[in-house]
């Protein structure tokens, strides 16, 4: 059968290269590699420098460098462990490699008086300088100089191919494209008025960069070609998103119109006053949802700053239209705490409010299904049970999701999906706890409109903080005594489960022996991540009702647990944990009327980093300037949840590092979407990293 080729040699797929059969071609998928463009944007992720041979004398331990000699001995040492030792002397010393495993063929090659070339970490040894296993190469003679002035590059790689093998198929891949050079896809006048390099040349460079005299090299972020590079992919991934947005402002939504009074009801049946950023917030959501044109909002807020009263407000405006809410958590605990804080409201009101999650009975489970397609139902509050085969709703208005980045695209779509109807499609409203700096927001949630519940409701008293080394451990028991013995409750978290002989951190399953022990008159329960979601709810659902003082925990108490009666929150290896998790582990307490405290350990010496984060911690209770440092220090992946996913956001873009590009990206973006939109589709499809990867929700 004849393969029909795409438009541009970069968009062939990486069967059409040389000697790269359908075996050869399912390893690289698992690379994420289909297209030969994809092989040009597989960028190294570090470099090896063998412009140069290094004199032995001239070694650094640690040093990864090429070095030649004269060999002048070969010996198998088999005293401790078998092994082939071969010394080998230029002019200003001596030095060794040693191969574990060999052949007789290499150990013959290997004769005295020859010339060896070897590429490799430097390491010191009883006997002196010796690289194990280095790359090497045999010469009769004095080995010439080498010939290139470009550093090497080293790739990720998958089980089948070496980093030889990818060198070659990358060289192929630019080979490929000689004839048709890879396409320029940013206008000329913007690569003039921005100083970009070609794509070309930046292509060249970042695969395999000029050495030169000052040692800087293209692989610096400021250097033209990674900077080409990066601000390209930044332009396609903001022309992307806000090409999403431009999608679903042109499909429908229905208008909601309450025929009712439920909104002023509900907000008369409170017993408190919502802040003014709560009702900012919710005159925004109100203004989306009366548009013909569907929602996508994402509200974020600090801990306890009070989304659920936005998301409820938003939720009887919808439910006074005559149409249903679906309300999305990420786990059954948290799904149980949104029934029982919607059920009190709502339920007086006259509205049904239930419950749907994996773990319910068949036959109730049909109940619940019955009353959503036929309408009875109102607000239905459940997890992925929610968008699962099967489950219909007669009229879904509006989905709010909780947590949003622990749901995939696919899982939001396929519940949006559950609502079209009439060509119509649900509002959603999306919320999250941790707040986005206003840079993080601009550059990935530009597909969102973006509300900021900025102030904490009055009478919440700040969480006071404390930092101690391990040795403040029994500062840290003296205080939940005391706590418990004044009727209050404690957390005591750890990063791991298990301990660790790689890991110098504490781990759950000690810290409780060692909180029973300190501890004998009080109750203590464990609660991790590989304990069964029932055992995790019957365990968190002891603790809310006061059954057990001290909850020792990993960080799967992080989100959503509500427990008004616990004060203090002890955080083992807290120097291991970024700020916006910190903080997410601090808004647990603080919740009831007493004073509240969190008290963070660290082991060992802290590192810089580490101390600075712990400092901004017992700084400040802001999440917002947190979330700002923890972008800072960390990155955006720590903030979006990508770092812990293994999700990869980027190929070769980076935040913070390269915010500062930005505002010439947006105005790029814009210019393109408007004025030039043939560039649009080229640009998504060559940066794309995988399908999905550009919508947000």
């Not at 088999?78 to 092994?83: C, D, E, K, M, N």
Request: charged letters at 25%; a positive charge.
């Amino acid at each position: 059968m004849e393969t029909v080729l795409n438009s541009h040699p970069e968009e062939n797929p990486v069967t059409e290269l040389p000697r790269i059969g359908p075996k050869l071609a399912s390893n690289l998928e698992k690379l994420g590699i289909f297209q030969v463009k994809d092989l040009l944007f597989h960028f190294p992720y570090r470099f090896q420098d063998k412009t140069r041979t290094v004199p032995i004398g001239a070694l650094v331990n640690a040093q990864t460098v090429m070095v030649a000699g004269r060999i002048v001995s070969v010996n198998d040492n088999i005293r401790y462990r078998r092994a082939l030792i071969v010394r080998f002397e230029d002019d200003s010393g001596r030095m060794s490699m040693r191969l574990f495993h060999y052949s007789y063929k290499q150990k013959t090659a290997l004769e005295r008086g020859s010339w060896i070339r070897c590429f490799g970490e430097v390491r010191i040894s009883q006997h002196g300088y010796e690289m194990v296993h280095p790359e090497y190469s045999v010469f009769q003679y004095p080995p010439p100089a080498p010939q290139s002035d470009r550093l090497t590059p080293v790739y990720r790689l998958t089980e089948g191919i070496g980093q030889p093998m990818m060198r070659k198929i990358v060289n192929a891949a630019f080979d490929h494209c000689t004839q048709r050079p890879v396409a320029e896809l940013l206008p000329l006048d913007v690569i003039r008025r921005y100083d970009l390099c070609s794509i070309g040349s930046a292509l060249k460079d970042i695969h395999s960069p000029l050495v030169s005299e000052s040692g800087l090299t293209a692989v610096d972020a400021d250097q033209p070609a990674k900077r080409r590079l990066i601000f390209e992919e930044l332009v396609s991934f903001q022309i992307a998103r806000r090409q999403q947005k431009q999608l679903r402002q042109s499909s429908e939504a229905a208008c909601m119109q309450p025929a009712g009074d439920l909104s002023r009801r509900l907000k008369d049946s409170l017993k408190f006053t919502p802040t003014d950023s709560q009702r900012t917030v919710i005159r925004e959501i109100l203004a989306d949802l009366k548009k013909a044109t569907p929602m996508l909002r994402l509200v974020q807020g600090d801990v306890g700053s009070g989304k659920t009263l936005v998301a409820a407000a938003a939720a009887a405006w919808v439910v006074d239209s005559g149409y249903q809410v679906a309300v999305m958590a990420p786990t059954e605990l948290l799904a149980e705490q949104h029934l029982k804080t919607f059920y009190d409201w709502f339920a007086p009101l006259g509205i049904e409010v239930l419950l749907l999650t994996g773990r319910m009975s068949a036959k109730i489970r049909r109940q619940v299904e019955r009353g959503m397609k036929g309408g009875q139902t109102r607000i239905v509050i459940g997890t992925h049970a929610l968008f699962q085969e099967g489950v219909e709703f007669k009229r879904l208005g509006l989905i709010i999701v909780d947590e949003q980045h622990r749901f995939g695209v696919g899982q939001r779509f396929a519940l949006r999906e559950k609502g079209v109807a009439d060509q119509q499609v649900p509002h959603q409203l999306v919320m999250t706890a941790t707040p986005i700096p206003r840079t993080l927001a601009m550059a990935f949630y530009a597909d969102l409109d973006v509300s900021s519940i900025t102030e904490l409701p009055p009478g919440r008293i700040p969480v006071t903080t404390e930092v101690f080394s391990t040795g403040g451990r029994e500062q840290a028991i003296r205080k939940i005594e005391s706590l418990c013995a004044a009727g209050q409750q404690a957390y005591w978290v750890c990063p791991i489960i298990d301990k660790s002989e790689v890991l110098d951190v504490e781990s759950a399953v000690e810290a409780q022996k060692y909180v029973e022990q300190s501890l004998p008159a009080r109750r203590v329960a464990l609660i991790h991540g590989r304990l069964k979601s029932d055992q995790k709810d019957r365990i968190m659902n002891s603790f809310r009702a006061g059954e057990i003082d001290v909850l020792v925990a990993t960080t799967v108490i992080e989100v959503g647990v509500d427990v008004p009666n616990a004060s203090l929150m002890v955080i083992e290896s807290a120097e291991r944990m970024g700020l916006s998790q910190l903080h997410q582990l601090r808004g647990r307490v603080g919740r009831g009327a007493a004073q509240a405290m969190c008290v963070l350990l660290y082991r060992g010496k802290l590192s810089e980093m580490a101390r600075k984060r712990l400092q901004v911690m017992r700084e400040t209770t802001d999440g917002f300037r947190i979330a700002e440092q923890d972008l800072r220090l960390r990155g955006a992946g720590e903030l979006l949840g990508t770092r812990q996913t293994g999700a990869q956001m980027f190929r070769i873009a980076e935040f913070p590092r390269d915010r500062e590009l930005l505002d010439d990206v947006i105005e790029v973006a814009e210019l393109l979407l408007s004025q030039q939109p043939e560039f649009v589709q080229p640009l998504i499809r060559r940066w794309a990293i995988r399908e999905g990867q550009y919508s947000a929700v």
